[in-house]
């Protein structure tokens, strides 16, 4: 059993700055891709962020030059800066660990982004 605890979300005017957390506790101990999707009410849930566990990174055109994803091996934690938040960007955030099978996702609970203009 895998649980993620996701953090950092709030509200925030347009142009600023948050930063999300996600932490995996559990059965497992190591993760393959870690990655953050987003998800407006009535959409389909999209990829945000993407990280290996070598470290090679990929992001949705929209967020790129604005957002940063990063991954602390040791504590099973992916992290997502946010900069230059603009209200589009408004959405419940999501977090999701594969294993490092490549069979199986798991998912946090989601935490909501507000971004006022």
Known sequence: QVQLMESGGGLVQAGGSLRLSCSASGSI?????M???RQTPGTERDMVATITSGG???Y???VKGRFTISRDNAKNTVYLQMNSLQPEDTAA?????RNTYGTRNYWGQGTQVTVSS
Not at 29 to 33: H, K, L, Y
Not at 93 to 97: A, I, K, L, V, W
């Open 29 to 33: 101990s190591r993760f393959n891709t």
């Open 56 to 58: 090679t990174t990929m």
């Open 93 to 97: 955030y999501y977090c999701m660990f």
């Open 35 to 37: 990655a953050w999707y």
């Open 60 to 62: 949705a055109d929209s």
